[in-house]
């Protein structure tokens, strides 16, 4: 990273912001949008008198691209928000971030971006990845040429890439069974379960699925997942199979979300009265899944750290090129898990 001598109380004052806020980006940490980080880089840059952008490093530049679904849910705009502010920063350090989203569930579409990518002068892509021969293949071509291709959130099948980012999802789908179990104490019932798609999977909510149909059986073999419910990652969609479910399945007792969702299958439980007699499971601390942990409709939530998975999605890139040695090996993305009582 460049070097920063102003003073932070200093930055504070010209940049109009709080301690904690220069704090916060400074040290690469979240809570701060990419708006209120330029903000402060700018006040840096008037302090010092100089554009710290324009600092000569002894590297060469690079353009990096990160690739991410698109689409309303949460979790993955805060990831591309994240990113977008890391980008921000390293830019002091002659290093260019583009961000693009595209479609989810469309391999095709997401095949076509990496090739298209592949046209420039990028030197390296990150992207999470649809388990598909045309997005594998493009990836393959991609790492054939020498593009490095990290993975985030969700790998891919192949040898190729550099590294990947991202949680142990079977651990992650263990542990919401788990949970589930703890919570129903030998009650029998169903279980329904949500996800983004029955053909067009990410790898992270498959890897989530087996872990949680598998560690079910083994803690609560009087639980059984009677349905699996087609979202496409889309709150609106999560309500109405949400109210199909409660309406069609009486002995539900529990609900686990794979993926996006806990927005709308929340909803549906306060509208319906549910909330208090169904116990619901789901991922990732957003506003909306910590009010509803809080209001005491969703039972828990496992976390992944977006900060880690950004910093570190950027960081294996950047050593391709300005390491001392290359590193292949997976980072793994720890979670916590989070009930109403211990929110952050």
């Not at 090739?115 to 999470?128: H, K, L, N, Q």
């Not at 709150?235 to 399945?249: F, G, P, Q």
């Amino acid at each position: 990273m460049s070097k920063v001598w102003a003073k932070q109380s200093d930055i504070v004052r010209e940049a109009g912001v709080s301690l904690a806020t220069v704090d916060r980006v400074l040290n690469g940490r979240s809570g701060v949008n990419v708006q209120t980080a330029k903000k402060v880089w700018e006040a840096i840059d008037q302090l010092q008198g100089q554009d710290v952008r324009t600092q000569k490093t002894g590297q060469k530049p690079l353009k990096l691209d990160v690739i991410l679904p698109d689409g309303s849910g949460s979790f993955l705009n805060m990831l591309a928000e994240r990113i977008e502010v890391l980008g921000e920063t390293l830019k002091r350090d002659g290093i260019t971030v583009r961000s693009h989203r595209v479609a989810s569930f469309a391999p095709q579409k997401l095949a076509e971006k990496l090739r298209e990518i592949g046209t420039t002068d990028t030197d390296g892509i990150a992207v999470m990845p649809l388990e598909d021969p045309f997005v594998r293949e493009a990836v393959n071509s991609l790492c054939d040429k020498g593009i490095p291709i990290v993975t985030l959130v969700s790998s891919l099948s192949t040898s190729r890439i550099v590294g990947h980012v991202g949680p142990n999802n079977r651990a992650a789908g263990r542990t919401a069974a788990h949970l589930v179990a703890l919570n129903l104490q030998g009650k029998t019932g169903t279980v329904g379960l949500f996800k983004g798609s029955h053909s067009l999977i990410y790898s992270d909510h498959q890897e989530r699925e087996l872990g949680f149909v598998s560690a079910l059986h083994e803690y609560a073999p009087n639980l059984k997942v009677s349905s699996h419910w087609e979202i496409q990652n889309d709150h609106e969609e999560a309500y109405k199979h949400t109210c199909e479910l409660i309406a069609n399945d009486k002995d539900v007792l529990a609900i686990y979300s794979v993926g996006s969702g806990l927005r709308g299958i929340g909803q549906a439980l306060i509208d319906s009265k549910r909330q208090h007699d169904i116990v619901c499971v789901g991922h990732d601390l957003t506003d909306y899944s910590r009010e509803l942990l809080l209001n005491g409709t969703v039972n828990a939530v496992i976390d992944q750290d977006v900060d880690q998975e950004a910093v570190n999605t950027l960081q294996f890139l950047i050593l391709q090129h300005r390491g001392s040695e290359n590193t292949r090996a997976p980072v793994d993305i720890k979670t916590d898990i989070y009930l109403r009582d211990n929110l952050p």
